[in-house]
């Protein structure tokens, strides 16, 4: 498929019929008078029509856009530029032209090559195109507010050499540089009191769980240590009992549950009021949970197509698992339909394997304490996000459903 669909100006066949009705009235004068002279307008005259019609044929037809899939990923606030890169294979330059193109107000580029348009922006940029070769235009934006933005109705127009009328190209495509803008992150107190010690796979320092399968050496045998913990083939190297150490193992893993959605009195369920700052509040618990080496899983209650129906990320740590985090939250969109918080609920109790600690963000409905309650006969610490106090804090919910 070409990339370009590629319109004459609205006037072109009107200066065709002048430049016709110019070659006869010129020609019949010379020819009726027989004055030679005379023909040599009519000659200049067909030959820019000549040269007009090869250039309406062929201007701007190797002209090709630059289409690379990439992805910029920002923060609220943050800058960087934005490149557009066309290449003209042709032999005729392309002079003041220009690209206009349309981006959602996630982000906003200068004020100076910009208009407001429904819901978003539109941006004009002047872009001269030289033969045989490539040039590029570059404009500044700044991320404004969380999600994700592509930019679309991008359009090439540039003046015909001959009958300096505009040439319009509306690209055909769909451009694949996608601007991602993280939500800004809003930090959570209490933190340092999530802690649920339990079996898993993360190695520790100090833990009462040790993995069996993996010793790491020997130490000197005490009264305290069982029988069979003793490492024989050590003991008769060394003349003296020896004790069998191992890895000591810990799961500091945590599930951030996310409530996105509110209730009325009348008890409709409708979009939250604080979407934006329970996304950030989350963004901000991934990150310490990054930097503090835990492993996470994260559940939104919105609905999306996917073998799970709800926003989910699978349990992991590490840079990679908190991009994929964050680009998670970013992609969220406030138009898709909500999953009752007790649906979510269930979906993960079914689905729960191990302890873990849970951090709640959003409002709990009633008909959510009685998971809460099953979570907690299990030895699983509850802890919800109190908005309430000075500064966002982690509380734990005790065994009543109030805090601990």
């Known amino acids: 498929m070409k990339q370009w669909n590629r319109k004459l100006g609205d006037d072109s066949h009107r200066y065709y019929d002048i430049i016709i009705a110019m070659v006869l009235l010129t020609g019949l004068t010379g020819f009726i008078v027989n004055e030679f002279l005379l023909l040599i307008p009519t000659g200049l005259l ?4 000549i040269m007009s019609k090869l250039y309406d044929r062929y201007g701007g037809t190797k002209l090709s856009l630059m289409n690379p899939k990439q992805s910029i990923r920002l923060f609220p606030g943050d800058e960087t530029n934005l ?29 100076a090559f910009s208009r407001q348009a429904q819901k978003g922006f539109i941006y004009q940029l002047p872009l001269s195109v030289v033969h045989k070769g490539e040039t590029g235009v570059t404009m500044p934006i700044t991320a404004q507010y969380r999600g994700v933005t592509r930019f679309s109705r991008l359009q090439y127009k540039f003046p015909h050499l ?36 339990s079996i898993g796979d993360q190695t520790a320092s100090i833990s ?36 069998k150490v191992y890895e000591r193992q810990v799961d500091m893993s945590w599930t951030i549950l996310v409530n996105l959605s509110e209730h009325t009195r009348l008890g409709n369920q409708h979009i939250s009021n604080h979407l934006e700052d329970l996304l950030s509040y989350a963004s901000y618990l991934c990150q310490e949970a990054t930097k503090r080496s835990f492993s996470y899983e994260m559940s939104l209650n919105m ?58 963000l959003g409002e709990i ?19 919800v996000l109190d908005v309430q106090q000075e500064n966002p804090v982690l509380v734990r919910i005790g065994q009543g459903g109030g805090a601990a």
């Open 46 to 49: 067909v030959a820019v029509a």
């Open 83 to 111: 490149t557009f890169r066309m290449r003209n294979d042709s032999k005729a330059p392309i002079l003041n032209g220009q690209l206009s193109f349309y981006s959602e107000p996630i982000v906003k580029g200068r004020e």
């Open 162 to 197: 001959i009958k300096f009328q505009p040439i319009i190209m509306d690209y055909q495509h769909k451009y694949h540089t996608e601007v991602i803008v993280y939500p800004t992150q809003k930090p959570v107190y209490g933190i340092d009191e999530v802690f649920h010690l």
């Open 208 to 243: 009462p769980y040790e993995d069996l399968l993996t010793p790491i050496g020997t130490r000197d045998y005490v009264t305290s240590d069982p029988f069979h913990r003793i490492h024989w083939k050590a003991s008769a190297k060394t003349q003296q009992l020896q004790t």
């Open 303 to 360: 609905r999306r197509p996917h073998d799970r129906p709800y926003y989910y990320q699978p349990e992991g740590q590490g840079p990679q698992h908190l991009k994929e985090s964050l680009e998670l939250l970013a992609r969220l969109n406030k138009d898709h339909l909500l999953m009752p918080m007790e649906e979510l609920m269930y979906r993960i109790h079914q689905q729960m394997y191990k302890k873990k600690t849970i951090l709640l």
């Open 365 to 383: 409905p009633e008909s959510c304490y009685r998971f809460i309650r099953k979570w907690q006969n299990q030895g699983v610490r509850v802890f």
